[in-house]
């Protein structure tokens, strides 16, 4: 028993004790300048590269999104989440990638906010995304290529080999950034895949602002995700999902020192 906890301890652990969550070297939490939800928005991004994160007028409910790898309606917590931006900049360890960051993310957010969370089940407002009743308006993809499934995403979005799990996943979060970043046209609840649909897809789906209007609020030619969806052949019904939701227990506003 002795030799084992040495051996432990020889490879920076405690015998006993579970090995230390993933940390980033250094980071940097301050608040974001001030602005409208607007502004707030047209600022926002998040760089990651080899070594280094960062973002720019992100909200905490941004943060925990990202910590957790959940939506935004799957972050229950105070109004305020959603209020409060910063800006974060972060140096990974050597050794890690990219793909650490969002345990790092979780260790950050409980160090500087002081963050404790419990998961949840709940059922909650979704919409089933179904065959409308004149059958889908799209073709499976035939394209003999070893290109991966894409869509390029502007005013159109043009995919590639996409199945409809693909596109309901894009729906909800197109519903994430509907609150997060005020598009008006997008829609307000995740998506479940009901269209019975397994193939590969190609398609073009029109969403947002189409027109010249200075903002997608009073474009005229606006096409909201229910009409995109609609010019598929397909339709969004309001339906219920069960899903696992992060409960925050305890967060403080302001971040302690960098």
């Known amino acids: 028993m002795h030799r084992a906890c040495l051996a432990v301890l020889l490879s920076s652990l405690v015998c006993g004790q579970s090995p230390p969550k993933p940390a980033f070297e250094v980071a940097s939490i301050r608040p974001a300048a001030p602005g409208t939800p607007r502004e707030q928005f047209e600022r926002q991004y998040i760089h990651n590269d080899a070594d280094r994160v960062n973002m720019g007028s992100v909200t905490l409910r941004q943060l925990i999104q990202m910590a957790y790898r959940v939506l935004q309606y799957q972050v229950v917590g105070p109004d ?126 029109d969403y947002g602002p189409q027109g010249n209007g200075p903002t997608a609020a009073n474009d005229p030619d606006m096409v909201t995700a229910f009409e995109a969806v609609k010019a598929l052949g397909l339709k969004l019904e309001p339906t219920t999902h069960r899903d696992e939701l992060i409960v925050v227990d305890h967060i403080e506003r302001v971040p302690t020192g960098n």
């Open 80 to 205: 305020w989440l959603s209020e409060e931006h910063f800006d974060v900049q972060a140096n990974l360890p050597a050794g890690t990638s990219t793909n650490d960051v969002p345990e790092m993310m979780q260790t950050l957010l409980a160090q500087r906010f002081g963050l404790a969370i419990h998961h949840e089940q709940k059922v909650v407002p979704a919409y089933a995304l179904m065959v409308a009743k004149d059958g889908p308006k799209f073709h499976e993809s035939t394209a003999d290529d070893s290109n991966a499934a894409i869509c390029y995403a502007g005013i159109s979005k043009i995919c590639h080999k996409e199945t409809m799990q693909m596109l309901a996943d894009e729906l909800s979060r197109m519903a994430r950034l509907g609150v997060e970043r005020l598009n008006p046209w997008a829609i307000d609840r995740p998506v479940i895949d009901m269209t019975g649909l397994k193939g590969s897809y190609d398609f073009t789906m």
